[in-house]
């Protein structure tokens, strides 16, 4: 009985966490600096933080999400485009940060590459997941590929709203 006791607690016991280089620690804690930094409406200490963090972590596409925003917010227009193109290189699924992009694009007269990240969006799977937004998105992004003579694709965003719409109405009305 006492070897099955022993056994039982010795694998009861959890496994060590994963070793967390130590850049990568000082680029998390940046990170949530700048997030505090982003709620307390200190923007541009914050633009400096999430700037630092995408130096210090390359391979990370949550803080360039987050600087694209805010460069957006402070009018960096030509910096914002060019941080969310990174972030979209590091997680192509990103939508939010595609539709970003597209609103960007458009506004600044691209409009082929602004109906290019619209399609990303459109072809988004976790979108309908929230219909009153991706509904909002949809149309939005419709009306940016029919700007850019892309009719097949504004056909499939609107197709995508009104099925949402048809069959999510009440998530939607929210």
């Not at 596409?61 to 290189?89: D, F, K, N, W």
């Not at 939010?96 to 799977?125: C, F, P």
């Amino acid at each position: 009985m006492i070897p099955g006791l022993l056994v039982g607690a010795l694998l009861s016991v959890p496994a060590a966490p994963p070793e967390v280089p130590e850049a990568r620690r000082d680029a998390l804690a940046r990170y949530g600096s700048a997030v505090w930094n982003l709620r307390r409406e200190r923007l541009l200490t914050a633009a400096r933080q999430l700037e630092g963090v995408a130096k210090a972590d390359p391979e990370a596409a949550e803080p360039r999400r987050e600087l694209a925003r805010l460069y957006a917010q402070l009018g960096r227009e030509p910096q914002a485009i060019r941080v969310a193109r990174q972030a979209l290189e590091i997680d192509p699924t990103d939508h939010d940060t595609a539709a970003l992009l597209a609103r960007l694009l458009a506004d600044a007269g691209e409009m082929k590459e602004a109906a290019a990240a619209a399609k990303v969006v459109i072809e988004s799977k976790s979108l309908p997941d929230r219909p009153g937004k991706a509904v909002r998105l949809y149309r939005e992004m419709a009306s940016i590929c029919e700007k850019a003579g892309e009719m097949a694709a504004a056909e499939a965003a609107l197709r995508q709203a009104v099925e949402l719409v048809a069959d999510k109405r009440a998530e939607v009305v929210k």
